[in-house]
């Protein structure tokens, strides 16, 4: 061990046992000699380290990039983005457009079957002949022998959508309603 280390050891070790026993603490007078020795060694030691400190380099840390979050995926995006591409005039809308209404009308089907408690049959039966709502433009979205309401019609001529559009929203609208509100 370094001699400064000992000294201080041996100095904390001797003040605990004049703490203990009274008769060390007596025996031991401070004059002041001894107290201005011991100033002079706590001023030296301050110097020293003020000037261990001074010749150190200060290094500032680089906090770096923060954290960038992955983007998540949206429930029903992917939905969202199918519409998109079915109400716009782009070519192969027919597949696409079909597909989407079989998927709506599966869930419609589902959500007719357990609001009714009945049958997947006759709720299949009650959407394809549009009976399952009491909106026109949802109902005509699945039964092909009901055309859309002239307002319907009118609406999606002035806005520029199509009749599509329009009885999509409906439908899904509808199927939120007989769902409580779940999209």
Same mark, same amino acid.
């Given at each position: 061990?370094?001699?400064?280390? &000992?000294?201080?050891?041996?100095?904390?070790?001797?003040?605990?046992?004049? /703490?203990l026993?009274?008769?060390?603490?007596?025996?031991?007078?401070?004059?002041?000699?001894?107290?201005?020795?011991?100033?002079?060694?706590g001023?030296?030691?301050?110097?020293? *380290?003020?000037?261990?400190?001074?010749?150190?380099?200060?290094?500032?840390? #680089?906090?770096?990039?923060?954290?960038?979050?992955? !983007?998540?995926?949206?429930?029903?995006?992917?939905?969202?983005?199918?519409?998109?591409?079915?109400?716009?005039?782009?070519?192969?809308? *027919?597949?696409?457009?079909?597909?989407?209404?079989?998927?709506?009308?599966?869930?419609? &089907?589902?959500?007719?079957?357990?609001?009714?408690?009945?049958?997947?049959?006759?709720?299949a039966?009650? &959407?394809?002949?549009?009976?399952?709502? #009491?909106? !026109?433009?949802?109902? /005509?979205?699945?039964?092909?022998?009901?055309? *859309?309401?002239?307002?319907v019609?009118?609406?999606?001529? &002035?806005?520029?959508?199509?009749?599509?559009? *329009?009885?999509?929203?409906?439908?899904?609208?509808?199927?939120?309603?007989?769902?409580?509100?779940? !999209?």
């Amino acid at each position: 061990m370094r001699p400064l280390t &000992v000294a201080g050891v041996a100095a904390v070790a001797a003040g605990l046992f004049a /703490a203990l026993d009274r008769g060390i603490a007596a025996a031991v007078s401070p004059t002041s000699a001894v107290v201005t020795l011991l100033g002079v060694l706590g001023l030296a030691q301050g110097v020293r *380290y003020v000037n261990a400190r001074r010749d150190r380099r200060q290094l500032l840390t #680089d906090p770096g990039e923060p954290e960038r979050r992955a !983007p998540a995926t949206v429930p029903g995006s992917a939905l969202d983005e199918r519409i998109a591409q079915v109400a716009s005039p782009a070519p192969g809308g *027919y597949q696409s457009r079909r597909d989407l209404r079989g998927r709506v009308r599966e869930a419609a &089907v589902v959500a007719v079957a357990r609001d009714r408690n009945c049958a997947r049959e006759a709720a299949a039966e009650a &959407v394809d002949d549009g009976t399952w709502t #009491d909106d !026109p433009a949802a109902a /005509a979205f699945f039964d092909t022998r009901t055309g *859309y309401p002239v307002r319907v019609r009118l609406v999606a001529g &002035v806005r520029g959508r199509s009749n599509y559009w *329009y009885g999509l929203r409906a439908a899904i609208d509808e199927l939120e309603r007989i769902d409580g509100g779940e !999209p």
